[in-house]
């Protein structure tokens, strides 16, 4: 019991969401749907305390491990409309995490700053995550994200020199992400804001083999606040997407012993330079997708 108070109360404290302790039911419904993650009953009767909603699957880019590239969005691509994100969000009464992310670019949505101030005001004590790809942060939206309700800020870039970004992150500019990442940070500097927190994006591929110490380095000097490094591991699809028009090869996993190395490089240079936690994570096919 007293382990997990202190857990909820470290929760709180990292996402600067005590209000979620003075809401019981909310706390309430966390602590039963975690002892029901552990128990696994046929049905659960927490409510989901966390979920993604995808504001649109519309992107300006075309990676090549993403299942957009691979034909696996056949159908029609468009974004949601702000009445619909409410119809959804009131179907949640007890959030405590969201992730405004599928397979689009959540910044492309031309009302995502009002879906992001309408959830802050509707579940103040909600952390509100996105995935992106960087590439339209420029320096209004960098000045609106500064403590607009946006808790974690994770930048996709999986490259450290501009070739490979643009074999994998097909149709954008790592220059661009590069200064857009730089402005960012500044302006959160300049505006003493506490939130987001912004973190980068590594998905360990084998086009980008031997960059994930320069990506740490890069990410070091940007003084960003953590780094997911990620994991590929791509599926069989099949007949998934045989044949669909713009389908693209996957790319496999990278040899686990490459992978080792890649780990014990990257912690050795985060213990001399870089001032925030590398997330390790596995991602699969469909993730990687989603984490932008
Ligand atoms: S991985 Fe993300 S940025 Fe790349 S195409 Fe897919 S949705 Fe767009």
Redesign the pocket.
């Known amino acids: 019991m007293l382990r997990s108070i202190l857990t909820y109360y470290a929760k709180a404290r990292e996402n600067d969401a005590f209000g979620l302790l003075l809401r019981p039911k909310v706390l309430a419904n966390l602590r039963r749907f975690d002892q029901e993650s552990k128990a696994r009953p046929l049905t659960m009767t927490s409510a989901p305390p966390g979920i993604e909603i995808e504001l649109t699957n519309r ?5 090549v ?5 691979r034909g696996l969005k056949p159908y029609a691509l468009g974004d949601l409309s702000f009445e619909n994100y409410q119809r959804i969000l009131a179907q949640f009464p007890y959030l405590t995490h969201l992730g405004l992310n599928g ?3 959540p910044l492309l949505h031309n009302r995502f700053f009002d879906v992001v101030a309408y959830t802050r005001r509707e579940k103040p004590s909600c952390k509100i995550t996105i ?1 992106s ?1 960087g590439l339209l942060i420029d320096a209004d939206r960098a000045a609106r994200l500064m403590d607009c309700g946006v808790k974690d800020l994770n930048i ?1 870039i999986d490259a450290a020199i501009p070739l490979t970004y643009q074999r994998v ?1 097909r149709g954008g500019r790592l220059q661009v992400v590069h200064e857009n990442i730089r402005r960012l940070m500044q302006v959160r500097r300049d505006t003493r804001a506490r939130f987001p927190r912004v973190g980068l994006n590594f998905v360990m591929l084998n086009e980008n083999e031997g960059e994930l110490v320069p990506f740490v380095e890069q990410a070091a000097d940007f003084g960003v606040d953590f780094i997911n490094c990620i994991s590929y591991a791509s599926y069989d699809w099949g007949s998934a997407t045989a044949g669909r028009p713009g389908a693209t090869a996957a790319s496999s996993m990278p040899p686990q012993r490459a992978w080792r190395s890649w780990a014990c490089g990257a912690s050795r240079s985060r213990r001399r330079i870089c001032p925030g936690p590398i997330r390790g994570t596995a991602s699969t096919a469909a993730s ?5």
């Open positions: 992107c300006n880019l075309a990676c491990q993403c299942l957009r590239s397979f689009g670019e995935y790809n996709s992150r990687s997708g989603a984490r932008v």
